[in-house]
């Protein structure tokens, strides 16, 4: 079985600082890791993902997330938040093998000017 | 541009009624799903299909069916049997079990 956490509803975070969206996740052998986001009806957006190698993986937009296997969490993250950051963001994982991805309850991250 | 295009964006049905929504990709992706979005519950899998004339049940397949003919279209319908089927439904395709999900912009449907 494989599932993710995403501890926080909520995020609020005033621009220019940075930010944390928090994920952890379950999964047997090595997982594959993707952060999402979605803006007000719309689809999902690819951010980045963890396949292997580095910890830190750097993505779209200036976000990155670390890879932490024995806390087995993949927190987003990103050094000055902007107000256009604001939306929805999915944590998702899969192990290798496996085709389907389990995507997390989402995190609404609100940047206040 | 490549990508997926999911139609209508917006969806009435009255109760009873048998609806199917439209996905199509140019991706030449292999794999395709379906998800049900429902405000904090995140997405939830319905079906996918990961060859031509081949598809799985997800985790909430009951009232919903899939057709998988052609590589580019994954039609879902949902059907009467679906007793809660207001929700935004996303579909997506990826092409290796190495890369996640490319989306289409979703469709809403409401019963009326």
């Known amino acids: 079985a494989q599932s993710v956490a995403q501890p926080e509803d909520q995020v609020n975070v005033a621009e220019g600082n940075p930010l944390t969206v928090k994920c952890t996740y379950s999964?047997?052998?090595?997982?594959?890791l993707f952060w999402y986001v979605q803006y007000p009806n719309r689809g999902l957006q690819f951010l980045l993902k963890?396949?292997?190698?580095?910890?830190l993986v750097k993505g779209s937009y200036g976000f990155e997330a670390e890879f932490n296997k024995s806390q087995t969490s993949f927190h987003l993250k990103k050094p000055s938040a902007l107000v256009s950051d604001s939306a929805l963001y999915f944590c998702?994982?899969?192990?290798?093998?496996?085709?389907?991805?389990?995507f997390g309850t989402g995190t609404r991250l609100t940047i206040i000017p | 541009d490549g990508g997926i295009t999911q139609s209508p964006k917006y969806l009435f049905r009255k109760e009873g009624q048998n609806v199917t929504l439209s996905c199509e990709q140019n991706?030449?992706?292999?794999?395709m799903y379906w998800y049900r979005q429902d405000p904090g519950q995140g997405l939830r899998l319905i079906y996918y299909?990961?060859?031509?004339?081949?598809?799985q049940k997800g985790d909430i397949a009951e009232g919903y069916s899939v057709s998988r003919e052609k590589k580019e279209s994954f039609p879902l319908t949902v059907t009467s049997a679906q007793k809660n089927p207001t929700a935004f439904y996303l579909c997506?395709?990826?092409?290796?079990?190495?890369?996640?999900?490319?989306f289409g912009s979703g469709t809403r449907l409401t019963v009326v």
């Open positions: 998702a994982v899969k192990r290798l093998g496996n085709e389907k991805l389990t």
């Open positions: 963890y396949i292997t190698g580095d910890n």
């Open positions: 991706l030449n992706h292999d794999a």
């Open positions: 999964v047997s052998g090595n997982p594959y």
């Open positions: 299909s990961q060859i031509v004339n081949d598809f």
């Open positions: 997506a395709s990826s092409q290796t079990m190495n890369y996640g999900y490319t």
